[in-house]
């Protein structure tokens, strides 16, 4: 009788919860980054064929075709689909070559950040005793110095270029992987898997690249990605205002720039390359959020 | 408590002396800082000049002893010349450290009076409209460029509309210059303050106490401000150091876009004529500023959360 019971019990199905129809797409889009990784996908896809999607080379420019507005707009061409600039260069295929140009430096600035950063803070965390707090402090000292003056020093005395504008990124990068690495570090070296890998031999680079660094790395990849769309913002503003990439290679800052005196007669030119930094960035920070809450919720309170 | 403020000022000090060190070894990248004080290769220059000049910089001295005289300098408020018009920049500060503090500051009360508010409501009423409403002023916030908002705000405000100045302070106080620029830097500022009190109210909302005080029937505006705000403030106080060096880089854009004469449009148009001189000055004004409000924040933190001094 009991037994017959249990039986029934152990039989109710568990309904699933999977919904179909619009629901199930709106669940589908609260689940997964579908969005951001979209613009993402996009946006790499676009900078690696640029030759070939954009319509116009990026310094081709026609005097016919100065002041070009977008082509919904009166007087506007299929040609010039977002308009032309004040030397007649096309703005859409100037973008692109810029998504090109930021993606890049982004991406070069964020893995050498990154590695360094990790490095530091595996180190201090695993070390401890005084190459903890000469990394610390560096780390406070860095922290402390408002990064855009600093790039814009280093960029006088250097001269604005793209190696300097990578060099300068990479820098503001690194500080943001220290801490955090470290206090994870600090409470794994004290495991017991830890202990046992010393005892069965393994040696000091061993320790910290296969035991110690996976216990990180969620951490690490969750910081990169949301330090990913400050570093956009950082070269974009370096190169509005002159530090940064000069012109005539086309990036998105330099070309908000290069319209800010034409607002009047050609609002175009400045508007959409914001946009792109903008749907950029949103996207980026999306995307960090989604990570962060997968891979690592502790960091929640990070911004 | 004071063990912890002594720690903080050490720190406070290493930071200005690592930002001298940086602006110090900046001017040597290239060997010597020669080349960055005399514009266009030195033209013009006689041998006689150039030695002169070394002279007055000690640059027969090893490079410990130069860096040490030259922060002897720093310390005793003689910053350099300014390289465009060969005059004393020391002069020059006072003049320009008003209309940034006004702008940050005007910035600063109007981003908390908006960021506080919409983090506590968006908290509180999670997941409906007006929530959502709040996450996409602060997501906008954070990803839009404050310069490109300041620039669009220009467009529409000022081009399309007329309504308002395109930039400058204007003569006198005008209050109508200080509208768009204070509300672009704020609206940087209360995005960065609603992303943090949101979070930190929704722990707070989940916690016992909170639940217990509501189940004992406390009414909720006395719930929501006495009770789980006062403990939730604390976590934007601690990150109020990363909210600040964003307001510093926020407003360096606002003041580039609207002309604004301050410290910070200083700072541009000195990239602009290669001004050294200027720029590491500036760094050194912006870190100090910088450091200073950090240490104030974190002894008010201290004295807020006791756990902290003894961490």
Known sequence: ?303 | MRAFIIRRLLTSILTLLGAALFVFSVSRILGDPRVLLLPDQAYGITQEQWDDLARQLHLDKPIPIQFGIWLGQLLRGDLGRDLADRQLIAPKIPQKVGPTLKLALSAFILSTLIGVPIGVFSAVSRGSIPDYFGRAFALFGQALPTFWVGIVGILIFAVWLGWLPSGTMGEGFSIKHYILPTLTLAWFGAAGYVRLVRSAMLEVLDSEYVKLARAKGVNSRTLIWKHAFKNAAIAPLTLSGLLLAGFITGSISVETVFAWPGLARFGIEAVWTNNFTVLAVLVLIFTGAFVLLNFLADILYAFIDPRIRYS
Request: glycine residues 10%.
């Open chain 1, 1 to 303: 009788m009991a037994q017959a019971e249990l039986q029934s019990d152990l039989e109710v199905s568990i309904p699933s919860y999977r919904a179909t129809g619009i629901s199930g797409v709106l669940q589908l889009f609260n689940r997964w980054p579908i969005i951001p990784g979209t613009i993402l996908g996009v946006l790499i896809i676009v900078a690696v064929f640029a030759p070939w999607v954009s319509p116009h080379g990026p310094y081709v420019n026609s005097l016919k075709a100065r002041n070009t507005p977008p082509m919904w707009s009166e007087g506007g061409t299929t040609e010039y689909i977002l308009g032309a600039d004040v030397i007649g260069r096309d703005l859409l295929s100037r973008l692109i070559y810029g998504a090109r140009i930021s993606l890049m430096v982004m991406a070069i600035a964020l893995v050498t950040g990154t590695i360094v950063g990790t490095a530091l803070g595996l180190v201090a965390g695993y070390f401890g005793g005084l190459i903890d707090e000469v990394i610390m402090r560096l780390v406070d000292i860095f922290l402390g110095i408002p990064f855009v003056l600093m790039a814009m020093a280093v960029a006088v005395v250097m001269g604005a270029s793209l190696t300097t504008m990578m060099v300068m990124l990479a820098l503001l990068t690194w500080s943001g992987f220290v801490r955090n690495v470290r206090g994870e570090v600090l409470s794994l070296r004290e495991r017991d898997y830890i202990a046992l890998a010393r005892i069965a031999g393994a040696s000091l680079p061993r320790i910290l690249m296969m035991h110690i660094l996976p216990g990180v790395i969620n951490t690490v990849v969750v910081i990169a990605t949301l330090r990913s769309g400050q570093l956009i913002l950082a070269e974009a503003f370096l190169s509005f205002i002159g530090a940064g990439i000069p012109p005539p290679t086309p990036t998105w800052g330099a070309m908000i720039a290069d319209g800010r005196n034409y607002l009047r007669d050609a609002w175009w030119i400045s508007f959409f390359p914001g946009l792109a930094i903008f749907f950029t960035v949103m996207a980026l920070n999306f995307l960090g959020d989604w990570l962060r809450d997968k891979l690592d919720p502790r960091l929640r309170q990070l911004t």
